[in-house]
């Protein structure tokens, strides 16, 4: 299994865009399904969406008007941007990844936080 | 979207007793092409990412103690620890990889009583 890295800023502020990067280990992110997933703190499990090595995207329709997954295969990496960010987008984010399209989440990132404020 | 309900939302269980906890989806997760479940399981520790355990509704994810099963299709599934043990103490999440958006359940925490 490939092992995961999120890094970004800690600390975004409203209305302003939030930026991460998962980087990819043991294994090649030309290959595979690659989300990104949040848990807003004490709650549950919400999917953002997918970027397959292609290029092609899947985004949760709650979101999609404000996300873009891409992948960078030069530093095996992929990255979420989240815009137009609230309170509400106050969260853990995980990056993971899956073997195929119809697939479970196999490898995960460790998370990292990313608070909303002023 | 497919709806994923948990219950109970959580439960305190003796130590080597037994844990049920269910998962039903809004919609049938089954594909009848292959007669497979799209469901997953998933543990996660406090401070840790989740971690599968079960696939296809019942296959059991390698390094994962037989003492985790999972059962059920179409709608209704389970998730069984046969015997608790307090290492099994987490939070466990069903997850439907059948449609997109893939969605979760809310989570059942698990206790030592």
């Known amino acids: 299994q490939v092992q995961l890295q999120e890094s970004g800023p800690g600390l975004v502020k409203p209305s302003e865009t939030l930026s991460l990067t998962c980087t990819v280990s043991g294994g090649s992110v030309s290959s595979y399904y690659w989300s990104w997933i949040r848990q807003p703190p004490g709650k549950g499990l919400e999917w953002i969406g997918y970027i397959y090595y292609g290029g092609s995207t899947n985004y949760n329709p709650s979101l999609t008007s404000r996300v873009t997954i891409s992948v960078d295969t030069s530093k095996n990496q992929f990255s979420l941007k989240l815009t137009s960010v609230t309170a509400a987008d106050t969260a853990m984010y995980y990056c993971a990844s899956s073997a195929g399209d119809y697939h479970w989440f196999d490898s995960w990132g460790q998370g990292t936080l990313v608070t909303v404020s002023s | 979207d497919i709806v994923m309900t948990q219950s109970p939302d959580s439960l305190a269980v003796s130590l080597g007793e037994r844990a049920t906890i269910n998962c039903k989806s809004s919609q049938s997760v089954l594909y009848s092409s292959n007669n497979k479940n799209y469901l997953a399981w998933y543990q996660q520790k406090p401070g840790q990412p989740p971690k599968v355990l079960i696939y296809?509704?019942?296959i059991r994810e390698s390094g994962v103690p037989d003492r985790f099963s999972g059962s059920g299709s179409g709608t209704d599934f389970t998730l069984t620890i046969s015997s608790l043990q307090a290492e099994d103490v987490a939070l466990y999440y069903c997850?439907?990889?059948?449609?997109?958006?893939?969605?979760f359940g809310q989570g059942t925490k698990v206790e030592i009583k």
């Open positions: 296809w509704a019942s």
């Open positions: 997850q439907q990889y059948y449609r997109t958006p893939r969605t």
